[in-house]
Each structure stands twice: as C-alpha cells, then as structure tokens.
C-alpha cells in the first residue's frame, strides 16, 4: 500500500509539473487572428472624429502611437525610457519624441481590459519599437483617464500611414453581390451609385436591408421629410418645426397624402431617422430642419453610424458629416 501510495504521488508531482510547464510556455501574442482588411481600413475614424464619436460605440480608431501612460495623461512618457502598461495614447500625427510637443487631440487607449495578448505585445514599456507605430484599433468609446478614449480593444492591427485603400471591395466568384457586377449598387463603376472620397453612398432601402452595413460608419442619402425629437411619433412635417434633434429621411418626398397616411397609420416602414450629436456641430448645422425650414424634401448625403437610434428605429446614430447636391 506504501509502494502504491509512493508512486501515486510521484505520478501526481510529474502531472503537475507538466501542466506548469505547459501554462508557462502559452506565451501571450497580440489578438490578430482577423486579418486588416481594406474594410476596416476604410470604416476606421481618425483620432479627431473618434473622440467626436458618442460614447457607448464600438468603433475602429486609426493613429499612431506617441505615448505611454498609467494613470493619467499628464504623466505620458513620449520617449524611453517608457512607464505604464496600462495604457498607450493615440494621436493623429507622429510624435517628436520631446516631452514639449503638444498634440490637438490625444486619446487613451486602454490595455488593461484589452482582449488576451495585446497588452503584452502593445505597452510600450515593454515594446518600445511600437512607438510611432501606425495601427488600426478596435473597441468600445468610451471616458477614459478624463478624456474620450477606447476601452475593450479587442483588436490591433499595424498598418501604412501612406497606403491608398482600394474603394472596391475584392472579387468574390461565389458572392452573388459580386461588386463587379454592373447591376450591383455597391460596384464603383455603376453610373447609378454616387461616391464621396471613394466610400459608396447607400440608399435607405440597401442600408436597411443589408446586415453587414450594420454598426459600421457608412454614406446614406434621402429626402428629408420630417423632424423627430424622441420617437418616431414625434415627427414634425411641416415647418416651423420644433426639434433639432433628429430628422427623417425617405427614398422620396414626401406629399400631404403620404403625411397623412404615416399618422393615420403609423406606418415607419421604410423611413429612416437621423439623430444628431453637438460634438458633430457641422452635420447639426447642416441639415436640420428647425434652423433650415428649407431643407423639407430636399436630398441629403449623410454619414454616420448605421445601428439603433434613439428615436426607436434603425438609422444613423450620430451624423459626422452632411451634403447636399451637387456633392463638394
């Protein structure tokens, strides 16, 4: 029973050692298992109009990365020796390396919550080759450090500050929305889709019934037919309107039977919200109808963020930008 015991406990010892030795070898890497695609590159936001961004969003921040901290960005080392692991800063142009410079906008990158690796592969006190890196970073807005940042990153890519994003999307034989195919909206060289800065305006009907477009920073252009203030129940359609808040859009404008039928019936299908946001003051300025009575029934090119609004029906979010023909 001894000699049984004995090797018991021998057999215990070496299991043990074998699986610390396992643990110990699972070295950390960064998260990169989806690869940098021209889609995200070209859905992500500079620093500038991320921290515009509303908190709360799941968004894609491109800049580099000219700084380390801990606790507080006023204690950022932007040169070695870096301190901190927790965070890093993100800014729109790289840095100088000298303490002095200042940059318009510096946004905290949190690493402390980031998915498994990237704090080890990203802290610049430990990678301090990563300094002035170019990168993509994906989480959630949010306050950080008293200021607009990023928490949840849940990926980091490198990429080129000089790379020109291709506007097409690549070939795909087997999908039947093959951008190649002329009768395709989303097909750059459709004479019936419009373009801003190489990004493909969708129409109400393609950003509503498309689910990849969903969460994503798209163009989408309409009438605008209505203003709303906290739901859709609460549409102006005629002037003098008395919310800034949000207006609506159609695919068309709108007459008085189409007006009356939406309130007699409460028929939104089709009708897409746009909800503004003061940190986007030009889009505010642009394109709603309590200062711009003359925007009714006009076409609009909006951009924004494609998801729930909160005026209860999928639309933009927040609006970044807003044209109006001819496009500038």
């Keep these: 029973m001894q000699i049984f015991r004995l090797f018991f406990s021998f057999f ?31 859905d992500a936001l500079t620093v500038a109009e991320a921290m515009d ?42 840095s100088d390396g000298t303490d002095e410079q200042e940059f318009t906008y510096l946004m905290p990158i949190s690493l402390s919550d980031a998915a498994k690796g990237i704090s080890a592969s990203f802290n610049l006190q430990e990678n301090a080759d990563r300094w002035n890196n170019f990168v993509y970073i994906h989480g959630i807005r949010k306050q950080y450090m008293s200021a607009p940042g990023l928490k949840e990153v849940k990926n980091i890519w490198i990429g080129d500050p000089n790379e020109q994003v291709d506007p097409e999307k690549p070939d795909d034989p087997d999908n039947p929305n093959n951008p190649d195919d002329p009768d395709n909206p989303n097909n750059p060289d459709n004479p019936d ?11 109400i009907a393609q950003a509503l019934s498309d689910n990849s477009l969903r969460d994503h920073i798209i163009w989408v252009k309409g009438y605008i037919i209505a203003s709303a203030k906290r739901s859709m ?4 359609f005629e002037a003098p309107f008395d919310s800034d808040t949000a207006i609506i859009l159609a695919e068309s404008p709108v007459t008085a039977e ?16 746009v909800v503004f946001s003061t940190k986007y003051q030009y889009a505010k ?14 076409l609009v090119y909006i951009r924004g963020n494609l998801t729930s609004t909160s005026v209860g029906q999928l639309g933009i979010s927040f609006a970044i ?8």
């Design 193 to 203: 889709i419009d373009m801003i800065n190489g990004n493909p305006v969708y129409t």
């Design 258 to 273: 189409d007006i009356q039928h939406i309130k007699d019936m409460n028929d939104y299908e089709g009708l897409f919200p």
């Design 285 to 298: 300025d642009t394109a709603n109808l309590k200062d711009h009575p003359e925007n009714h029934n006009q």
């Design 12 to 42: 215990l010892l070496f299991a043990l050692i074998s699986c610390e030795k396992e643990l110990a070898s699972d070295t950390p890497v960064a998260n990169s298992s989806d690869e940098l695609t021209d889609d995200i590159k070209r």
């Design 233 to 236: 129940g609460s549409m102006d």
């Design 53 to 94: 961004v509303e908190p709360g969003y799941w968004i894609t921040v491109k800049g580099y990365i000219v700084a380390a901290a801990e606790s507080s960005i006023k204690n950022a080392d932007f040169k070695k020796p870096f301190a901190g692991k927790t965070a890093i800063l993100l800014s729109d142009e790289p």
């Design 321 to 328: 930008d807003a044209q109006f023909p001819p496009l500038q």
